[in-house]
């Protein structure tokens, strides 16, 4: 079973070879950290340098974050920029999300990135989407205000955020009954799973193959998961029978009410003030790059 690329080391960690402590260092673990996670040899440092205002963070999502990639799985890239204070200040509408598509090198690639205030009313709007890319280990790009939002988390997490886990499992499950697809199926259980994981221990877990290893998850997952390494949009059939597939979704649902019912995390953010105190400083004080 593939190993949960965070457990592998963090952004921080300077890897063999490199001076602890130093900026080579950390990128180099990063970069370590990618390629366990079976990104395509690509130079993704250059899109942070392609980008007109300074990114606060780039992380990789999707796929490769979940831990069930495929051999031509894209690459999903989301973060966070910083647009000038006089882009906010004038008449003109601020571009607050940016959306880049392109291929390099034969690998598909995509960049979403939100600017800081949007990103932080997204994340006390308790998504669990943005949670998610916030905390990835899979880091292209940080900065100091990255290491700001990360210590935010404990206090952004709710129990609401059952909701968010919940409706998009619902959603993926109905385009697997029109597809077939292992592809909405796995996000499905995924989500299922995360969010059991997030309301049972108070941490956000989006690996499908660690969560594979709790009471919850169902024996067959890891078969759907190497299926699905194998063919981007291979289908479930033969792996487990479609009624048991059903029983199995509608107890991850019973189990997700029953952890929501019973968790700790409380009814709202608490982290708002401190988001708000960020987002000024940050906006006052742009970060470079790095």
Not at 12 to 40: H, I, K, N, Y
Not at 102 to 126: M, N, P
């Amino acid at each position: 079973m593939p190993e949960n690329p965070a457990a592998t080391g963090t952004a921080a960690e300077a890897a063999p070879g490199a001076a602890p402590g130093t900026a080579s260092g950390a990128a180099t673990a990063r970069e370590d950290v990618l390629r366990a996670a079976g990104l395509p040899a690509v130079d993704l440092r250059a899109v942070v340098a392609e980008q007109d205002d300074p990114l606060v963070f780039a992380t990789v999502s999707g796929a490769h974050l979940y831990g069930f990639p495929s051999r031509d799985s894209d690459v999903d890239l989301r973060g966070a920029h910083l647009l000038p204070a006089a882009a906010l200040l004038g008449l003109y509408e601020p571009e607050e999300s940016r959306t880049r598509m392109w291929e390099q090198d034969g690998t598909e690639l995509d960049l979403v990135s939100h600017d800081l205030r949007k990103f932080a009313r997204l994340l006390l709007r308790r998504n669990g989407y943005v949670l998610e890319q916030l905390v990835s280990p899979l880091v292209v790009h940080t900065t100091p205000v990255h290491d700001e939002l990360l210590a935010l988390v404990p206090d952004l997490l709710t129990s609401h955020h059952a909701h968010h886990y919940r409706g998009f499992a619902g959603t993926q499950w109905r385009l697997f009954e029109k597809t077939g697809e292992l592809k909405p199926l796995l996000y499905t259980l995924r989500v299922l799973l995360t969010g059991i994981h997030l309301m049972e221990s108070g941490r956000v877990e989006p690996h499908l193959p660690t969560l594979a290893g709790e009471s919850a998850a169902p024996a067959y997952l890891p078969e759907l998961i190497a299926a699905k390494e194998a063919a981007e949009h291979g289908t479930a059939g033969g792996v487990v029978d479609p009624e048991r597939l059903r029983g199995d979704v509608e107890a991850l649902h019973a189990r997700l009410d029953t952890a929501q019912d019973a968790t700790a995390l409380p009814d709202a953010p608490g982290a708002r003030e401190a988001l708000h105190d960020l987002v000024v400083r940050a906006r006052t004080h742009r970060p470079g790059r790095s």
